[in-house]
């Protein structure tokens, strides 16, 4: 079965960092798209950043473009979230997903991925 970890998440002041990861196993990772997605009490999920088979492709949403980045090591069957200059509306659930698809490519609708991680809790303070 697939199993998706996230870890990383915490308790962080407004303008400070956190790098959450994902630990995947149960498939083959180098030919899944990693993407990672949030959801805030009271609003729909969103997603967030995502990257391609390779690593060599990433797409982020307007809302953390230029703060925050993803990347993997597809040795370590892992994918990486790194926040900077962190805001109280980044306060969230964050979950991993993984998407198989047939091309080489990116896709930023929940509804694509196939397997989801439990999610890890970050909370920024002002």
């Known amino acids: 079965q697939v199993q998706l970890v996230e870890s990383g998440g915490g308790l962080v002041q407004a303008g400070g960092s956190l790098r959450l990861s994902c630990a995947a196993s149960g498939l083959i990772f180098s030919r899944y798209a990693m993407g990672w997605f949030r959801q805030a009490p009271g609003k729909e999920r969103e997603f967030v950043a995502a990257i391609n088979w390779s690593g060599g492709t990433t797409y982020y949403a307007n809302s953390v473009k230029g703060r925050f980045t993803i990347s993997r090591d597809n040795a370590k069957n892992t994918v990486y979230l790194q926040m900077n200059s962190l805001k109280p509306e980044d306060t969230a659930v964050y979950y991993c997903?993984?998407?198989?698809?047939?091309?080489?490519?990116?896709?930023?609708?929940?509804?694509?991925?196939?397997?989801w991680g439990q999610g890890t809790q970050v909370t920024v303070s002002s």
């Open positions: 997903a993984a998407d198989w698809f047939k091309a080489d490519a990116i896709r930023t609708g929940g509804s694509s991925y196939d397997a």
